[in-house]
């Protein structure tokens, strides 16, 4: 039994990456396949071992041990080359399928000793979370196998070698972790990337915290495929869709529609009372770019009239 203020400095616990994680935590990186967990994390890697900032937030760098089981060192290289990060090979390290072909949890930890003999901290990365093998088998949507089997061996990792863990993991087609609640229950952390129905390359972020509570932000993906965070106060993110029908207004000039027709003629993704409020809600938007928006009722239907004119240099 201990008193509260009887602080033990051997798990005291620092931040890793503020607001999302603190060390000696299991958190959970979840998404559908192909959405970029795998391309989130090795952002996060060369974050965390060149002190940059991940996501504009504050890091504190560990050394680095990332389990790639869908790749090799050749791979994960190709996409660090992709999006033109340079991670400190120094706090770096890798295991991949030539190190470890069956990832058994055991050969892991063998390597995880090996890394942490001087105490320093660790921060893992286990991607993929279904291709890591334990020492006795569990049922996934089991609530207390799940528990007993893969929660208490990694918490104990953590607590062993004063590690974090971030482990990478699926939704299901309810966008939901895969799997049993417990999945989610155990963890200290979860974080959700989900990307836009309208446009693939942006996406919400979703983080609920044990430690650190709730936060949201909405992400694009950039062209060499890194997250940064979107900064709602700029035209640059202007919804895709908008962007189509600006598009299309300003190729036909001076016209009549309906939103049916708009809809029939360009590739956006809305439903006809959604796109009608995306108009209404950025007319002031529009106006800047030159198109000049009214209604027009008619005895059997709602028109409106679109007329362009090339907006002037200095409109902002």
């Known amino acids: 039994m201990k008193q509260i203020n009887e602080i033990n400095k051997s798990i005291k616990k620092d931040i890793i990456v503020e607001n999302l994680m603190i ?34 937030f504050k890091v504190n760098p560990p050394h680095v041990l990332y389990i790639t089981t869908e790749g090799d060192i050749n791979q994960l290289n190709d996409r660090f080359k992709l999006m033109n990060l340079k991670p400190n090979v120094n706090k770096l390290h890798i295991i991949d399928i030539d190190d470890i072909p069956d990832f058994y949890i055991r050969d892991i930890e063998r390597d995880i000793y090996e890394l942490t003999f001087d105490k320093e901290p660790l921060f893992i990365i286990m991607d993929m979370f279904k291709d890591i093998k334990f020492d006795t088998s569990y049922d996934l949507n089991n609530y207390q196998e799940i528990n007993d089997v893969v929660f208490r061996k990694l918490k104990e990792l953590c607590r062993k070698y004063n590690s974090t863990l971030l482990v990478t993991h699926h939704l299901n087609k309810r966008d939901e972790t895969m799997g049993s609640v417990g999945l989610n229950a155990d963890v200290s952390g979860i974080i959700k990337l989900k990307e836009s129905k309208n446009n693939y390359n942006k996406l919400t972020l979703d983080y609920k915290g044990r430690d650190l509570g709730r936060l949201q932000l909405n992400l694009k993906r950039n062209d060499n495929q890194t997250f940064s965070v979107i900064d709602e106060n700029t035209n640059d993110e202007t919804d895709y869709n908008l962007l189509l029908f600006i598009k299309y207004a300003v190729a036909k000039k001076d016209f009549d529609y309906t939103i049916s027709d708009i809809l029939s003629k360009t590739n956006i993704l809305l439903t006809p009372t959604q796109l009608g409020g995306l108009i209404q809600r950025n007319l002031s938007l529009l106006e800047k770019e030159g198109l000049h928006i009214t209604s027009k009722r008619t005895a059997n239907e709602r028109l409106w009239h679109c007329s362009y004119e090339e907006p002037s240099e200095n409109n902002e």
């Open 23 to 56: 060390s000696n935590g299991v958190y959970l990186l979840v998404s559908h396949p192909k959405v970029g967990k795998s391309m989130f994390a090795q952002q996060l890697a060369f974050s965390l071992t060149t002190g940059e900032d991940f996501l504009g």
